[in-house]
């Protein structure tokens, strides 16, 4: 790892040098060969950063060429610098390392609304420019200081047909009733999520969430310890269900189409009380592109036309009620504000778990544990 | 000067440089780390009271240790038989027995812990075939709970544990056992009073070397463990990516670094370290 940085700073220093003609092409190449830098996949986020690039900083997989084509293309075609990905996932405490160490290579962050309430306070982010980035194009609650919503993502739970036939379950409440509806559950084990639907199932009003009442939250999951199974990822969550480990799985709302397709219908998703999340765009303080640059960047994302091109590629739901309207037929049972979902949804609130999240999560992973 | 030149062994200035390099990024992070314990959220003790306070962290070490003796004696027992089959086999055996044990030392950790979910887990191989065969009518539950953590970590650890034992035991003058032999004393005698004490040290640096290992287990604990079993790396990983507190992560870090410290100090008292990794007694 030490390594791997410390190729990642030569080599960004020798970027920086050879643009500003300090060091000549051939130089360049020889450091580039030294460090083993052999393609443009290798290290994205360094060189690229001092190369007049826009780094987002996200979680790999199908979203490189989604996040390219709907949002990296109209913006370079507007006169924006391309795109380019670090898909090395920017969790809170990696971003909080790359600012302190003054070494920041990600100019936006693909990451939760309230990542930016818990580092934004503590100067690790650019405020978001709300001359540029609009205001309007997301929900409500979710334009904050330091983040805005761009899509939603949820938590929701799929159940198996063959379980529970004529009478399936359609609520929290039933998915924590394992009397009426025996077999084993999965939930997510970083809390996000699992604590809210342990609410609801409990009584606790979907609009009257939070504050979150923790000692309740967690006695329901107690409650249901030895029947559950958690995930850490999606693909676990997917493999949970798809392997018939549990009967009903929390999942995440997108994969939940997918677990539908593998196991050619016996799981469904319920959408009813899931938990709409908001997926933020964050940018670290300092970030090589410019914080100009970047709040273009962000404004469009805010673009409907690139929010429904995102849910088309990744199911990641709209935030700009503009794009709620042309959700298409296929993605409205899916998709968390299509009109078919939207008034059964809960919506997280970012202020209240970018404040507490930590404890949250320690005190839900000692409850399971 | 004269004196300096005297008392220093000219040997200390060919290491000198290289001793820098230790101290300058070795001891430096870790110091920097231990500094980071009592400063952050704020100066004082408060990461180190957490440990009175809170019951859960306790618990968290309770279910590393535990999990880390478990593996240490199912792998060193295993790798004590596996070793001592290669001892005493013909050579052409012992190559093929050591490919293969190398053959898995050199597989990634996260494709030797996915096969276990395949060959064990709920549609695994193994129950379907017990399924297939009318012996159980529920799948077993091997995976996904604290069996499937053992599982996963015993069988990563093996390799580990068969290495110094192998050394060990192909160093010793088996004319010892036929003399024992010779002596009158039965097969289960000879091993029992002769052969085991003289494997002694290569038992102790096996175990030493996959306890401190397991303490550092992550992965595994992770995708077998179903969630259910946190074990200390995992909590750590969890305190500096997740909830950023930095300080208790450090105070666990630097408690687990003393921990292991103090447990080869304890060590040392009993026997002779070098011994046991090899160097002359």
């Not at chain 1, 690139?306 to 849910?311: G, H, T």
């Not at chain 2, 990563?156 to 068969?162: D, H, L, N, R, S």
Request: hydrophobic share 45%; with cysteine.
């Amino acid at each position: 790892m030490q390594d791997k940085q410390f190729m990642r700073e030569t080599l960004v220093d020798g970027a920086k040098a050879f643009k500003e003609g300090r060091l000549n092409r051939r130089g360049f190449l020889t450091l580039c060969a030294m460090t083993g830098f052999a393609s443009a996949a290798s290290f994205p986020g360094g060189a690229e950063a001092a190369a007049d690039y826009i780094v987002m900083w996200n979680w790999g997989g199908q979203s490189e060429e989604c996040h390219g084509g709907a949002i990296g293309k109209p913006h370079e075609a507007a006169g924006g610098l391309p795109l380019r990905f670090d898909t090395s996932g920017p969790l809170q405490g990696k971003i909080k390392e790359m600012v302190d160490s003054g070494n920041v290579t990600a100019d936006v962050c693909d990451a939760d609304l309230f990542d930016a309430v818990a580092l934004g306070p503590t100067g690790h982010l650019e405020p978001i420019d709300y001359n540029v980035v609009s205001k309007d194009k997301t929900l409500p609650n979710y334009a904050l200081e330091h983040g805005v919503s761009i899509i939603l993502y949820g938590y929701a739970f799929v159940y198996d047909t063959e379980a529970y036939g004529d009478n399936p379950p359609n609520s929290w409440a039933d998915f924590f009733d394992t009397a009426k509806f025996p077999g084993k559950r999965s939930l997510y084990k970083w809390a996000n999520g699992s604590l809210e639907a342990a609410l609801m199932a409990d009584g606790v009003d979907k609009d009257a969430l939070y504050p979150l009442d923790m000692d309740r939250a967690l006695n329901k999951i107690k409650g249901m310890k030895n029947d559950s199974l958690y995930w850490g990822s999606g693909a676990e969550a997917h493999s949970m269900c798809v392997n018939g480990e549990v009967s009903m799985g929390m999942v995440w709302q997108n994969r939940g189409r997918n677990i539908e397709e593998d196991t050619e219908g016996r799981y469904k998703l319920v959408m009813n009380q899931a938990l709409a999340m908001p997926g933020a765009y964050i940018v670290p303080k300092g970030n090589p592109a410019g914080r100009e640059e970047i709040m273009k960047f962000i404004a469009q994302a805010q673009d409907p036309d690139a929010q429904l091109q995102l849910l088309d590629c990744l199911g990641m739901t709209p935030s700009n009620p503009a794009a709620f309207d042309n959700i298409p037929e296929g993605q409205q049972p899916y998709a968390i504000t299509s009109a078919m979902n939207i008034d059964g949804v809960a919506f997280n609130d970012p202020t209240w778990w970018g404040e507490n999240g930590g404890d949250a999560v320690n005190a839900f992973l000692e409850a399971i544990s | 000067m004269n004196a300096i030149r005297k008392s220093l062994h000219p040997g200390w200035l060919l290491v000198a440089p290289f001793l820098l390099l230790v101290i300058a990024l070795y001891l430096g992070p870790i110091l920097n780390i231990l500094w980071l314990s009592v400063t952050d959220p704020e100066p004082g003790m408060g990461n180190y009271r957490k440990l009175f306070v809170s019951d859960s962290l306790l618990r968290i070490f309770w279910t590393t240790i535990r999990i880390c003796l478990i593996t240490t004696v199912g792998s060193v027992l295993l790798g004590y038989s596996i070793a001592y089959a290669m001892v005493h086999c013909h050579q052409k055996q012992k190559s093929y027995m050591l490919t293969l044990l190398l053959v898995s030392f050199w597989i990634s950790i996260l494709v030797r812990t996915f096969s276990w979910l395949m060959l064990l887990g709920h549609r695994g191989l193994v129950n379907n075939a017990l399924e297939g065969m009318g012996v159980i009518s529920e799948p077993i539950a091997f995976m996904r709970n604290e069996l499937g953590v053992l599982i996963g970590m015993i069988h990563y650890m093996i390799p580990y544990a068969v290495l110094p034992l192998l050394v060990n035991m192909q160093s010793l003058d088996m004319r010892v056992m036929d003399a024992s032999r010779n002596l009158g004393a039965s097969g289960q005698q000879t091993f029992m009073r002769v052969y085991l004490p003289l494997t002694l040290p290569g038992i102790v640096a096996s175990s030493l070397l996959i306890f401190i290992l397991s303490l550092g287990f992550y992965v595994t604990p992770a995708v077998l463990g179903g969630g259910k079993v946190l074990m200390i790396a995992e909590y750590i990983s969890v305190q500096l990516l997740v909830t950023l507190k930095w300080g208790t992560a450090a105070m666990l870090a630097g408690l687990m670094l003393f921990g292991v410290l103090a447990m080869l100090y304890i060590m040392s008292r009993f026997m002779k370290l070098s011994a046991v990794f090899g160097g002359s007694a």
